[in-house]
């Protein structure tokens, strides 16, 4: 299914089609520190797309060997994340045009000892993954391994 993205400024528009193998309605928030200083948030989320985007007008910044960020050069918006280890491209999910938003059914929760102080996890019900969870940056797919975070 083809979604609309665009940065603050305009100059990304692009349409995008979402990995079709992957359930969307759970969205997965990292409260890693990584995540915190690439969005300048307290976590981050993507959506987990089904081919390598169009990456013209952007600025890429090799994070490590394994991952890089892709900026939009005029407004700075954070618009891709790219995975080596699995080739997954990765939309930031607050670029995605409002009508095309899957409708969220379940928050999963990545990383929040990372954090230090747990993110926006704190803030936000959900379901907590364990600790041995890598992210959805090293896996596209969730694990069946939880616990609640009212536990």
Request: glycine fraction near 8%; aromatic fraction near 8%.
């Amino acid at each position: 299914m083809a979604t609309s993205v665009a940065c603050l400024c305009g100059g990304i528009s692009v349409s995008v089609d979402l990995d079709s193998t992957i359930d969307h309605t759970q969205l997965q928030l990292c409260h890693c520190n990584s995540c915190r200083a690439v969005t300048g948030q307290l976590c981050s989320s993507y959506y987990v797309l089904q081919h390598e985007p169009t990456l013209d007008g952007l600025q890429k910044y090799q994070h490590t060997k394994d991952v890089s960020y892709f900026f939009c050069k005029t407004c700075g918006a954070h618009v891709f994340a790219h995975s080596e280890p699995n080739g997954h491209f990765l939309l930031a999910s607050g670029l995605l045009a409002a009508k095309d938003y899957p409708a969220v059914q379940r928050i999963e929760h990545w990383k929040q000892s990372d954090s230090g102080d747990g993110g926006l996890s704190t803030l936000l019900a959900g379901t907590s993954l364990l600790s041995q969870a890598v992210g959805f940056m090293h896996t596209a797919q969730t694990t069946s391994r939880y616990r609640d975070n009212d536990q």
